[in-house]
T-cell receptor
Framework: DGGITQSPKYLFRKEGQNVTLSCEQN?????MYWYRQDPGQGLRLIYY???????QKGDIAEGYSVSREKKESFPLTVTSAQKNPTAFYLC?????????????????FGPGTRLTVL | DQQVKQNSPSLSVQEGRISILNCDYT??????FLWYKKYPAEGPTFLIS???IKDKNEDGRFTVFLNKSAKHLSLHIVPSQPGDSAVYFC?????????????WGLGTSLAVNP
């Protein structure tokens, strides 16, 4: 079964610690994304990657870092510099941009990780 | 500045009736629109989409209408079922340089009452 996995489902960390959230996909998608959702808010883009070894900052990248060493994996590190890290984090993937094929915009989401910083 | 707006944070509908969720956008360069459904503590799932060259797309109980001149789209669910209770996100995409960029609305929480 193809899909996106995020682990763990729930994560607790002490303030001041870095924490890495895992995201793996076996859909053979080129593009991957990290979003953050806070109560009553929409999805805010943290980082995205269109291809291996390349990634770009989204709208709220401060305090976060990513890597894309493999096509299947796009881990997100929440650093101690992130002022309000407690949130629901969602990873997504898509086929990536192919000129003229707007239908490839569809993003497939993982189940999410609820991070709570104590 | 919100480029994709879902002005109703919540909507309550009786089971069996029609649910209409609305979405407005400001960027005329958007050429593809998507609706996602999200249950609490889960990732959003794709529901239905529409290209800007069309004005209607239908999939079972779900129909999306696009009015380009008004920069408005709507999702109709007929008949509504209790299992449809979820948050619905509208998203729109456009070219941003060499990349496609997807912009999300803030969502509308739909409650379908038995």
């Amino acid at each position: 079964d193809g899909g996106i996995t995020q682990s763990p489902k729930y994560l607790f960390r002490k303030e001041g610690q870095n924490v890495t959230l895992s995201c793996e996909q076996n859909l053979n998608h080129d593009a991957m994304y990290w979003y953050r959702q806070d109560p009553g808010q929409g999805l805010r883009l943290i980082y995205y990657s269109q291809i291996v070894n390349d990634f770009q900052k989204g709208d709220i990248a401060e305090g976060y870092s990513v890597s894309r060493e493999k096509k299947e994996s796009f881990p997100l590190t929440v650093t101690s510099a992130q002022k309000n890290p407690t949130a629901f984090y969602l990873c997504a993937s898509s086929m990536g941009e192919i000129p003229g094929l707007a239908g490839d915009d569809e993003q497939f989401f993982g189940p999410g990780t609820r991070l709570t910083v104590l | 500045d919100q480029q994709v707006k879902q002005n109703s944070p919540s909507l309550s509908v009786q089971e069996g009736r029609i649910s209409i969720l609305n979405c407005d956008y400001t960027n005329s360069m958007f050429d593809y629109f998507l609706w996602y459904k999200k249950y609490p503590a889960e990732g959003p799932t794709f529901l239905i989409s529409i290209s800007s060259i069309k004005d209607k797309n239908e999939d079972g109980r779900f129909t999306v209408f696009l009015n380009k001149s008004a920069k408005h789209l709507s999702l109709h669910i007929v008949p509504s079922q209790p299992g449809d209770s979820a948050v619905y996100f509208c998203a729109a995409s456009a070219w941003a340089g060499n990349n496609r960029k997807l912009i999300w609305g803030l969502g509308t929480s739909l409650a379908v009452n038995p």
